[in-house]
């Protein structure tokens, strides 16, 4: 991990394009290539990024940030305050919670109530930058990744994105496509989901475990 605190300015230039003016702002560097920029406020989400895969080049005064998706951050270092790094070591990874990790089990014993054709190759399917939480193929023999969240949020949809540029790698894998699976999934990440071309779906726990729903329907 490398953090850097710099006044600088940040340009992106793809989807769409975006500037931060000069301030001060940390940059993190990950391990697996991910760039954030992040002020000192707005909780956990930075103020732009990268996700991995991409490549970082150091120039005089800046540096540029690119993609496959010909995407491009430029960040211009106009005073570096701190630049350290850090060995984090190999993280654990999040522990699920009991219904979390039982509404994954549920997801995995029958994978067609997620979507019709599906069948489950592994559970937890390793990659070097994490486990995929259910790794399927649907009826004509596509992989699919899933990820199972009890709410659904951004930060599942980024989880998700960067696993599908991994998986994406590999020939034996690809074309991979995704699904976010949770109990209620947020607008805005439904809007980004679609957005990257992910689907999603919304299940019920107390259905998937054979019992009444609380959950009001209009029939």
């Known amino acids: 991990?490398?953090?850097?605190?710099?006044?600088c300015t940040?340009?992106?230039q793809g989807r769409l394009n975006a500037h931060l003016p000069e301030a001060v702002?940390?940059?993190m560097v990950k391990a697996d290539g991910c760039v954030a920029i992040h002020a000192d406020g707005g909780a956990f989400k930075p103020l732009n990024w990268?996700?991995?895969?991409?490549?970082?080049t150091e120039e005089d005064g800046f540096w540029r940030v690119t993609n496959p998706k010909d995407e491009?951050?430029?960040?211009t270092l106009h005073e570096i305050l701190s630049d350290t790094k850090h060995d984090l070591g190999v993280d654990p990874g999040l522990q699920k919670d009991g219904v979390e990790a039982h509404l994954q089990e549920?997801?995995?014993?029958d994978p067609t109530t997620m979507a019709d054709g599906l069948r489950l190759v592994r559970r937890e399917f390793p990659t070097e930058i994490g486990p995929v939480d259910l790794l399927c193929r649907d009826a004509e023999g596509n992989a699919v990744a899933i990820e199972v969240k009890r709410r659904g949020e951004i930060d599942g949809v980024e989880q998700l994105t960067r696993y599908l540029d991994f998986l994406n790698r590999d020939p034996t894998l690809a074309?991979?496509?995704?699904?976010y699976v949770a109990q209620e999934i947020k607008p805005q990440a439904k809007v980004l989901a679609e957005d990257r071309g992910i689907d999603w779906v919304v299940v019920d726990y107390d259905e998937l475990r054979g019992l009444e729903s609380d959950v009001l329907k209009l029939f």
Request: no cysteine; proline share 6%; charged share 20%.
């Open 106 to 109: 549920l997801l995995a014993a």
């Open 175 to 179: 074309p991979v496509r995704g699904i």
């Open 50 to 56: 990268m996700n991995a895969p991409n490549r970082l």
């Open 25 to 27: 702002r940390l940059i």
């Open 72 to 75: 491009t951050l430029i960040i």
């Open 10 to 12: 940040v340009d992106y």
């Open 1 to 7: 991990m490398r953090l850097v605190i710099a006044r």
